[in-house]
DNA sequence: ATCTATAGCCTACACGTGTAGTCGTTGTCA
DNA sequence: TGACAACGACTACACGTGTAGGCTATAGAT
């Protein structure tokens, strides 16, 4: 069950990773068309950051004809989570306070996320509840 | 009005920050003692980052004696703000699920939390009341 | 069978950061 | 008034990261 731990994922990696994790097992080159618009990289350096989220752990490839074809080893929630996880204790030093304020000054709420907020309150209330 | 944008600051100036913020105005071997145990830092680690954090903006200082008195130049709040917004932005993609799921699985939330999730949950509902 | 575009691998380089050391100056104690 | 401890400025250096170029092998087109 060693769950092998989520290694930190760089900002432009992250980027990379998306992809993958949004389109599925792709080739590099497809990588870089799929890229969000004026990201302005250069092919080489998406093939670099690929590199390095295998050396990572974080993608893994098989290969087809001479080129690989990349998908995500690690998926988008686990990362998600470790990022948030490590935020909120370093940043935040675990206050919630600043997230809830930052929640509270966000435009409107999708019924899914006042759904999820209205679980929280519920499931707190029945915790305490003695 | 212009407000100075606030800079980014490294997760090790942070902690050194954090100290100021916490304890006021202090001179750098006050801020080395006054970090938390355990840290492992040499004082001169310290000083590099009080003297980053000046080259940043984040931090003046006033000269007493042969030394330096050094507050924060930004607040706790602006810079938990930045930090969140960008996180939010970069690694959530603006998406606000991943935060809820993690304040669900947090233990207990504290009555001034579960306050704020009703007040938001309370706006929430005002705003689309139509 | 040959050519060429493309693939991955390795290398490069500047910048931020973590972590500290050296050096010249100066406040302070004896 | 002289010695010394402590200060800040400057320097150092390895590592991760952003950003890409060169090199060699080869899949695929002709």
């Known amino acids: 069950m060693s769950d092998k731990p ?3 994922i760089s900002s432009a990696e ?4 998306k992809t993958l994790w949004d389109r599925g097992p792709m080739a590099a080159r497809d990588v870089f068309a799929a890229l ?3 990201h302005g990289w250069a092919i080489k350096t998406v ?5 390095r989220l295998v050396a990572k752990g974080a993608v893994t490839y098989e290969q087809v004809g001479n ?3 990349y998908q995500p080893a690690v998926t988008r929630e686990q990362v998600t989570r ?3 996880k490590g935020f ?4 935040l030093d675990g206050r919630l306070m600043p997230i809830l304020h ?3 000054g966000s435009a409107d709420l999708s019924d899914a996320e006042i759904a999820q907020l209205e679980k929280i309150l519920e499931k707190q209330r029945k915790g305490s509840a003695e």
């Open 6 to 8: 989520v290694p930190a």
């Open 14 to 17: 992250l980027e990379v990773i």
């Open 36 to 38: 969000p618009e004026g």
């Open 47 to 51: 093939k670099t950051l690929l590199s």
């Open 67 to 69: 080129s690989y074809l």
């Open 82 to 84: 470790r990022e948030l």
């Open 88 to 91: 909120v204790e370093h940043v």
């Open 102 to 104: 930052f929640i509270e």
